[in-house]
T-cell receptor
Framework: GDSVTQMEGPVTLSEEAFLTINCTYTATGYPSLFWYVQYPGEGLQLLLKATKADDKGSNKGFEATYRKETTSFHLEKGSVQVSDSAVYFCALTGAGGTSYGKLTFGQGTILTVHP | DSGVTQTPKHLITATGQRVTLRCSPRSGDLSVYWYQQSLDQGLQFLIQYYNGEERAKGNILERFSAQQFPDLHSELNLSSLELGDSALYFC?????????????FGSGTRLTVV
């Protein structure tokens, strides 16, 4: 079945550092890929998405490129802020069949940014 | 405010009891999804409804059931509760039958079974 693997955390960075959170996936067909962010005590918020190979999703300085050849969707940000401290989830939805309608999430990566 | 409303925010109950979690989707959204978030299992998809009909089923226990009403709100019923059912339960909604454009999540109901 579909699966998502994220790099192990937690990740601790200083403000203005470069961020990469790795995400790889296993799925049949052409899934859509997402990054969600969860701030303490809140629900998940969609950060960015990509729906086909080579698409780049971007939002709030974060970027991720859908790489079908490496089945990856790594999240990057050039300069992190303290306010970026949160849990980040990579997710996919299948192209159809029984996986349609369902988001499969990675285990989440805790990011802490220090001033 | 995401537009998806979940009640109650917190729930503490005893083993063996039954509880009902409620979700009102964002205005205009026809699909409702339920997820369970726990430390050991992560985020697990439970079930999806679209315009009142069940569309997809995930790792939902037989003790759990859900439905979507004509006004599109949804309820998740958890019965014969066990300690292991303690978790955050999220509801999400989307316009269409799938999360092509992403879901909108509610802020969750934290269930504690004692």
């Amino acid at each position: 079945g579909d699966s998502v693997t994220q790099m192990e955390g937690p990740v601790t960075l200083s403000e203005e550092a470069f961020l990469t959170i790795n995400c790889t996936y296993t799925a049949t067909g052409y899934p859509s890929l997402f990054w969600y962010v969860q701030y303490p005590g809140e629900g998940l918020q969609l950060l960015l998405k990509a729906t086909k190979a080579d698409d780049k999703g971007s939002n709030k300085g974060f970027e991720a490129t859908y790489r079908k050849e490496t089945t990856s969707f790594h999240l990057e940000k050039g300069s992190v802020q303290v306010s970026d401290s949160a849990v980040y989830f990579c997710a996919l939805t299948g192209a159809g069949g029984t996986s349609y309608g369902k988001l499969t999430f990675g285990q989440g990566t805790i990011l802490t940014v220090h001033p | 405010d995401s537009g998806v409303t979940q009640t109650p925010k917190h729930l503490i109950t005893a083993t063996g009891q039954r509880v009902t979690l409620r979700c009102s989707p964002r205005s205009g959204d026809l699909s409702v999804y339920w997820y369970q978030q726990s430390l050991d299992q992560g985020l697990q998809f439970l079930i999806q409804y679209y315009n009142g009909e069940e569309r997809a089923k995930g790792n939902i226990l037989e003790r759990f059931s859900a439905q979507q009403f004509p006004d599109l709100h949804s309820e998740l019923n958890l019965s014969s509760l066990e300690l292991g059912d303690s978790a955050l339960y999220f509801c999400a909604s989307s316009v269409g039958q799938g999360p092509y454009y992403g879901y909108t999540f509610g802020s969750g109901t934290r269930l504690t079974v004692v």
